[in-house]
């Protein structure tokens, strides 16, 4: 059984959804998973899902962090698998057995709270609009479904802010 290294792209969502709020993220370099087993929890503008693992094999890169917007098809994780099905995402040139310790945690990326929040796609594009960086903003009230920052949530901090 011959081991390759593959990317696992962020899922397409359809044609009206081209980005994904990364949630949660529940392994890192190293982890060995099953196919089918949870990876991380996404979300679009419409729903939050879990993310599964396409084969059996081993994580070896993280390619995220809780609260980063990835569009459909950028790579996820990197993982090693001998699953010849897949053999269509091999990242030439990657060598099997190799895991990455340079990889990002499922921890958030930096420790001031912003880093903390998560945005739904609709309120970081409200943000956005307003002239605003989502990552900066640390006194928002996140009240959307998990505690996640929401368009109402942006909509109720502009109107305060004037």
Known sequence: MSHFIIDVPMPSMGAT????????????PGTK????????ELESDKSAFDFEAPADGTITEVNGVKGDVKSS??????????????????VAGAKPTVVS???????PS????ASALVWTPRAIKMAQEAGLNHATITDIQAT???????????????????
């Open 101 to 107: 310790s340079a990889a990002p945690s499922a921890v």
């Open 33 to 40: 998973v099953a196919k089918g087993q949870k990876l991380a």
């Open 110 to 113: 930096s420790a001031n709270a």
């Open 73 to 90: 098809g950028q790579s996820l994780f990197r993982m090693e698998t001998a699953d010849a099905s897949l053999k269509h995402l091999e």
């Open 17 to 28: 959804v081209s980005e994904l709020t990364i949630l949660n993220i529940n392994v890192t």
């Open 144 to 162: 959307g479904p998990g505690g996640r920052v929401s368009g109402d949530d942006v909509t109720h901090y502009l109107s305060a802010r004037k």
